[in-house]
């Protein structure tokens, strides 16, 4: 059997040579070698098998590592070293031994035989997404393109050193659709002010609508509008909306890695994600997905409940309603309140010093308050002409 040398060194980078009788072991705390006594204790072993001691009482068929060797004790024995009471383990049965323990390991797992490669390309240089989801300058850093991860997916990224703690090294791609509601600019028709000529919507400023009115009668009457030979009715009041960001998936708490030079990541479902990092891992970088049935199953019992899915979901809905909410309070800042169009010869929105202490004049009228240098912006939810007819919807600065 080939003997095995140690490759252990001391802290001047010099290879200690184990002798004949113990291994030598550094003790990079202390700055100093173990005692042979010391290194020699059952915890300390290769390839699992514990050193010998003299202090362990072992029995036939128990096997340790000594003189750079594995034996096998050929009767029951205690205190120092008998080479009558050991035989020694052949390289073949070293190796069937360790063949077999990774096989045991692999099945206590529920190890799946396919291990995929994913070869990252680059999609955003000379940035990194942090673990508040944002897009951070750093020079030698990149986004990967999106790629997709499966239910219980073990997502390996490998890395040449430690990346930033504020970097967050796998960030799921979350797409949010809601509808918006749509702001128009008016312009009037210059012989009577009164009457809309055109509405212009917000977000896109060829999306122009002209009024059409009933003039058969002494009062022109607003019927609709036209837009490239399409009637409508009435003006489209929302439109949808889709949004992605990113949801930081791995945040380093401190600027350390693994000692493999893996970072690691468990996938709890079948999600879209991007990996930041450096440059060489984000551009060519070959990830890699293992599956372990435990793993899968923790995910399947833990972290993907159905409860928790629901609960999730009603958050992300709840979420965009809010989101949408707060676009249309930002939009009222563009409307322009000399011009707003009249409801039965009401004005749309009203204007007053202090909150309102009169009442609506129809469901759906707004106020503008002015109260501490402030925009209180009021809406009506009943017409019984007092001023609980109206609610607080913003403040405005």
């Known amino acids: 059997m080939t003997s095995v040398q140690g490759n252990i060194k001391d802290k001047n980078g010099n290879k200690v040579i184990p002798n004949t009788s113990s291994m030598a072991v550094w003790d990079a705390a202390k700055g100093q070698a173990l005692s042979a006594t010391l290194a020699n204790t059952p915890d300390m072993g290769v390839l699992g098998y514990p050193n010998f001691s003299t202090v362990v009482n072992y029995a036939a068929g128990d096997r340790v ?18 080479a009558a009471h050991v035989d020694e383990i052949s390289l073949d049965s070293i190796v069937s031994d360790a063949l077999a323990l990774i096989t045991f390991l692999n099945k206590a797992l529920g190890k799946y035989a396919q291990v995929s490669n994913i070869t990252l390309a680059q999609s955003v240089s000379g940035k990194y997404v942090n673990t508040s989801g944002v897009e951070v300058a750093a020079t030698g850093y990149g986004i990967s393109a999106p790629f997709t991860l499966n239910f219980g997916d073990i997502l390996l990224i490998p890395s040449a050193s430690a990346v930033p703690a504020a970097c967050s090294v796998v960030s799921r791609i979350v797409q949010r659709t809601y509808d918006k509601v749509i702001v128009y600019t008016y312009t009037y028709d210059q012989t009577d002010p ?99 049935g435990i793993f899968k199953n923790i995910v399947s019992n833990f972290l993907s409940m159905p409860g928790q899915n629901t609960v999730a979901q009603a958050l992300c809905d709840l979420e965009g309603r809010v989101s949408g909410l707060a676009d249309y309070i930002k939009n009222l800042r563009n409307i322009d309140l000399e011009n707003q169009p009249k409801v039965c010869g009401a004005d749309w929105t009203l204007q007053c010093d202090g909150a309102p202490t009169f009442g609506a004049m129809f469901i759906g009228q707004w106020c503008h308050a002015k109260i501490n240098n402030k925009i209180n912006i009021y809406r009506s939810i009943s017409v019984t002409n007092a001023a609980a007819d109206w609610v607080l919807v913003a403040v405005q600065s």
């Open 65 to 82: 590592y000594n003189l750079n060797k594995i034996w096998e004790f050929n009767q029951a024995h205690t205190g120092a070293w008998n």
């Open 194 to 292: 009164t009457l809309y000529d055109t509405a212009t919507a917000d977000y896109d400023s060829s999306l122009v609508y002209t009024a059409v009115y009933d003039t058969t009668g002494e009062t022109p009457v607003l019927t609709g509008w036209t837009r490239n030979g399409q009637t409508y009715t009435t003006l489209p009041a929302t439109r949808q909306v889709t949004e992605s960001y990113y949801e930081p998936l791995v945040k380093q708490a401190v600027s350390a890695m693994p000692d493999t030079g893996y970072y690691v990541y468990l996938c709890p479902k079948e999600m879209t994600v991007v990996v930041s990092g450096l440059t060489a891992t984000v551009s060519g970088g070959v990830c890699q997905t293992v599956g372990l």
